[in-house]
């Protein structure tokens, strides 16, 4: 199932319905409260000049040092350009490719985002706007569900970001690979993941806007991270946020509103909408308003909410009933989520990712176990030892001398044996 393409307003609604020409640009980067660099890092805003191999320079936004490497070393020597080999295609987004890139010094694995830098190319430069807004933003985020960022560079006409790998990929790819094998309690997992990923960002006072299967990305232990912030956005409290950002089918209905009415905005709240969304992904492997185009899809979601899955439990359909409320003051948070029973009911694989091998014992399976112990072991082994006894007896009488027989009518103690009959005899 492919992941629907994001939209500008001109692609659905008339001019008069855009923003002013004096209006903020959509592609702005976030106005972000300063925050301290993760520590381990080395990120800087501005680019500094490094020599290429060509005899030119590119701008480089220093790597981290491999995990283990001495920290003295980060002032002995520069970054060296191109230390990372490209590998794989591993998906492909709305501005680029990402490819699986290995460090040619460590064999370190990182995800590495390439976009092509064309001179006077408007979009390309908007691409290129969106890219910086992203950096800037995941440079100050750091949690254990959020993708993280390790730096940046443009070298020759190419700008790279190097972010964390995550294998084997989006929750997207692992719904297509598992289809009708993806359980509840695999989408109660990882909810509580991106619930947790969200909180964390809402907390920054940030809106992601584009939560869906093909961004979020699940590792082998089966904890999901929120990856691709190009359409996030940081509410910085200075006007109301009403531009037209975000898939269609997971879009909440105030997104499109707003595109058409400047006096409505949106917040945090329509994550959360798209969170409910994500989950009818999860469990049906089909998003909402499958079937429909784009534009066919906003205009449904302004009639309708998504129907929410009859083979959900009752605390599942409570839970999208919650995430799929019309008024976006009427939803809970995502810290308020964490507490519903939907969530609690589910349990966390990376404190024991093999948990289910530590539930307490049924009483059944001693009962089994005492069974198959007795049948098979312990009555075999005692009629062995019985039948041993006997044969042992047997071949001891069979190796002692003969008595002879007593005479007739006298028994072997000398007695005489007469009877009444004993003359017929």
């Known amino acids: 199932m492919g992941s629907p393409r994001r939209y500008k307003p001109g692609d659905f609604f008339p001019s008069n319905h855009l923003p002013p020409p004096h209006a903020p640009a959509a592609w702005s980067a976030p106005e972000l409260p300063p925050a301290a660099v993760a520590a381990g890092y080395s990120i800087q805003t501005s680019p500094e000049k490094v020599p290429s191999n060509g005899g030119g320079s590119v701008n480089v936004h220093p790597l981290p040092l491999p995990p283990g490497a001495v920290a003295a070393a980060r002032n002995d020597s520069p970054f060296m350009a191109g230390c990372w080999q490209k590998g794989k295609l591993i998906g492909s987004g709305t501005f680029g490719n990402v490819y699986v890139a290995t460090n040619r010094h460590t064999g370190a694995l990182c995800a590495m985002k390439e976009v092509n830098v064309i001179p006077d190319d408007p979009k390309s430069a908007e691409c290129i706007r969106q890219l910086e807004q992203e950096v800037k933003l995941l440079s100050q985020l750091k949690h254990r569900n959020i993708v993280q960022y390790y730096g940046s560079e443009i070298i020759d006409d190419r700008f790279y970001i190097y972010l964390e790998y995550v294998y084997p990929g989006s929750i997207n790819k692992y719904v297509r690979e598992h289809c ?246």
């Not at 534009?295 to 929410?308: G, H, N, T, W, Y």
């Not at 009859?310 to 009933?321: H, K, Y």
Request: glycine share 8%.
């Open 180 to 425: 009708g094998a993806i359980t509840e309690s695999i989408v109660r997992n990882f909810t509580l993941h991106i619930l947790r990923g969200l909180a964390y960002l809402h907390s920054k006072k940030t809106i992601h806007r584009d939560i869906k299967g093909a961004n979020l990305l699940v590792d082998a232990t089966g904890v999901v991270k929120l990856a691709d912030f190009g359409m996030a956005k940081h509410l910085s409290g200075t006007g109301a946020v009403n531009s037209l950002k975000g898939s269609p089918h997971w879009m909440a209905p105030e997104v499109v509103q707003g595109t058409m009415n400047k006096e409505m905005g949106y917040d945090l709240s329509v994550d959360i909408w798209s969170l409910g969304c994500t989950i009818i992904e999860m469990f049906t492997g089909r998003h909402p308003w499958d079937g429909f185009e784009g534009p066919q899809a906003m205009f449904q979601v302004l009639l309708k909410s998504p129907e929410i899955p009859e083979a959900l439990s009752p605390e599942g359909r409570d839970f999208l009933q919650c995430c799929f409320r019309r008024n976006p003051s009427d939803r809970p948070t995502a810290s308020q989520l964490l507490d519903h029973p939907f969530i609690r009911g589910s349990h966390d694989p990376a404190a024991h990712p093999f948990s289910c091998l530590r539930q307490p014992v049924s009483p059944f399976f001693f009962f089994f176990f005492f069974f198959f112990f007795f049948f098979f072991f312990f009555f075999p082994f005692l009629f062995l030892v019985l039948f041993f006894q006997e044969v042992t007896a047997h071949s001891a009488r069979d190796g002692r001398p003969k008595a002879d027989p007593p005479a007739k009518g006298k028994l072997q103690n000398g007695f005489s044996l007469r009877t009444p009959f004993s003359n017929n005899i």
